[in-house]
T-cell receptor
Framework: DAKTTQPPSMDCAEGRAANLPCNHS???????VYWYRQIHSQGPQYIIH???NNETNEMASLIITEDRKSSTLILPHATLRDTAVYYC??????????????FGKGITLSVRP | NAGVTQTPKFQVLKTGQSMTLQCAQD?????MSWYRQDPGMGLRLIHY???????DQGEVPNGYNVSRSTTEDFPLRLLSAAPSQTSVYFC??????????????FGSGTRLTVV
């Protein structure tokens, strides 16, 4: 699976958009980009994923660059409850047994009042 | 639906003791896995299973055993607990591996301390 690079931390004001970047310059054509978050002391929570098109759901939007070497997770109106560690994961799309997730250290998002 | 249920939530063991961490899911997911998380680190995969009767090792399997006799349950056994196994353990499940367009559902974790 391709490696991802995220800054260690960022903050944003409550009510504003939070844009979390991720670099995955070695991503291959059949690898998806996934985002998870982990609120303190809880299990990770799936947010969104995409292959090459931009995606949106009730939690967030995912913007993937045309060359697919980087992506941005957007929380459109951050709240204090969005304070968490956010993990960007690139996972091979396989029909075989290798479907594990490889978590890095993620980016800590702090939402301030 | 309960999702992924882990028990116990907290456990203290003495060095050398054995125990089983339980994980159950009610979503009919094929794929189940165990991760550990240590302070300041990301999650590391211990073992995983792509279906009943099939298990495989992750990146940190030493000291742990698993079995998958049913689709719903995936217990993690510590054979002889060591202080290095003090960690938070998470179980996760997914419809995968043949269906990549789904996320993983995680349990709330088991906090294990080995003294």
């Amino acid at each position: 699976d391709a490696k991802t690079t995220q800054p260690p931390s960022m903050d944003c004001a409550e009510g504003r958009a939070a844009n979390l970047p991720c670099n995955h310059s070695t991503i291959s054509g059949n690898e998806y980009v996934y985002w998870y978050r982990q609120i303190h002391s809880q299990g990770p929570q799936y947010i969104i994923h995409g292959l090459k098109n931009n995606e949106t759901n009730e939690m967030a939007s995912l913007i993937i660059t045309e060359d697919r070497k980087s992506s941005t997770l957007i929380l459109p109106h951050a709240t204090l409850r969005d304070t968490a560690v956010y993990y960007c994961i690139v996972r091979v799309a396989t029909t075989g047994a290798n479907s594990k997730l490889t978590f890095g250290k993620g980016i800590t998002l702090s939402v301030r009042p | 639906n309960a999702g992924v249920t882990q028990t116990p939530k907290f456990q203290v063991l003495k060095t050398g003791q054995s125990m089983t961490l339980q994980c159950a899911q009610d979503m009919n997911h094929e794929y189940m896995s165990w991760y550990r998380q240590d302070p300041g680190m990301g999650l590391r995969l211990i073992h995983y299973s792509v279906g009943a009767g099939i298990t495989d090792q992750g990146e940190v399997p030493n000291g742990y055993n698993v079995s998958r006799s049913t689709t719903e349950d995936f217990p993690l056994r510590l054979l002889s607990a060591a202080p290095s196994q003090t960690s938070v353990y998470f179980c996760a499940s997914s419809r995968g591996p043949r269906t990549v367009n789904y996320g993983y559902t995680f349990g709330s974790g088991t906090r294990l301390t080995v003294v």
